[in-house]
């Protein structure tokens, strides 16, 4: 007998258990958050998502897509690791945030080069 899906996708059960662990001390939460990465193990693209959501939450609004594309427009020659570097300088952010911010200088480094060609296409 296969184990039983205790938490369905979008199910309430899944908020409610999400409501539980916030009711635990800071402590606990970091004990339950480090238990459950270990328990994720060798996935490497899920702990990366992860990663992002949790970036995504340390720095909301502060404007490292618009640096970056501001600092593109000015020169598209950059590197995405050189933005990203040059971004964790200016802004002040922390070392371990690297990665997030290579990932973000490659996407919005794509996203300015899709703008660049269509307008490229729409004047042809």
Not at 92 to 120: G, N
Request: net charge positive.
């Amino acid at each position: 007998m296969g184990k039983k899906n205790f938490i369905e996708k979008g199910s309430t059960s899944l908020e409610g258990f999400v409501k539980e662990v916030l009711f635990f001390d800071s402590k606990d939460q970091v004990r339950f958050a480090s238990m459950w990465v270990k328990g994720i193990g060798g996935n490497r693209s899920l702990l990366q998502k992860i990663y992002f959501v949790v970036a995504r939450a340390l720095y909301p609004g502060t404007g490292l897509e618009v640096w970056i594309e501001g600092r593109l427009k000015k020169d598209m020659t950059l590197a995405p690791r050189r933005l990203a570097y040059e971004c964790r300088y200016y802004k002040r952010v922390r070392r371990e945030m690297t990665p997030y911010l290579l990932h973000l200088a490659r996407r919005v480094k794509k996203r300015m080069l899709a703008r660049q060609k269509k307008a490229l296409k729409d004047k042809a």
